[in-house]
């Protein structure tokens, strides 16, 4: 694949052997809660799946969806906490390879947004999903509530994708393509990233373009304003 190998799940699955398994809820946990957001979550699940179709991982699919399942819900617990303990501290280096603040200022908009519910969309959206954690844990959300959203969101996700990838893999059109499915599923997981990105330069530019029309008219008035007051100030001189 074109792609280094710690972000090719063909790899990594073939690399892990009989521990494929738990190497990915290793690193379902380790992308939803301990703040290091470039991995192939998705396209790993999915992989998972494909594999457990094919054979290649030798396990029941029921016991892939929950211990992926777990890893994940545990992954955003530890996260939470990370949160409330430190709050958003760590995120104070604009120059930092991976803990930037611009990623927490963004988490924040989508939690803004879409409120506890993003938790459970956070989950399909590449970074957002690793630190939409910190920020309810920062926030104070209440726990009760975060685990409900955070578990929804971890069964829909890990369990959503695993089964997809199992589904998928019984195709035999994919199963004879493996390499070129999971290829295709990296660069779909990869869409809403791009799209956020593109998103948040189209703001951007409006809070720009708003600034600017807010602060235009401002400056006319002030114009029109002086205007006034010369005029005032030559028609108290005429009459005195």
Sequence with gaps: MLMPNWM????????????????????VFIECGLLFPI??????????????????????LWLACVILTVAAFLGNVSGYYIGRVLGTTLFTNPN?????????????AFFEKYGPRALVLARFVPIVRTFITVVAGA?????????????????????????L???LGQV????????????????ISVVPMFVEWFLAKRRARAQAATIGVTEAPAESLTVADTGLADSAATTQRADD
């Design 8 to 27: 090719d799940p063909e790899y990594l699955l073939n690399w892990l052997g009989d521990w494929s398994l738990w190497g990915t809820a290793a690193v």
């Design 39 to 60: 991995l192939p979550g998705d396209s790993l699940l999915f992989a998972v799946g494909l594999f457990i179709a094919h054979g290649t991982i030798d396990v029941p």
């Design 96 to 108: 930092a390879r991976f803990l930037k603040p611009k990623y927490i200022e963004e988490t924040h």
């Design 139 to 163: 926030g104070k959300m209440d726990p009760r509530k975060f685990f409900v959203w955070t578990g929804v969101g971890a069964v829909l996700w890990a369990t959503g994708l695993t089964l």
């Design 165 to 167: 990838g199992h589904v």
């Design 172 to 187: 035999k059109f994919i199963h004879e393509h493996l390499e070129s499915a999971i290829l295709l599923i990296v660069l």
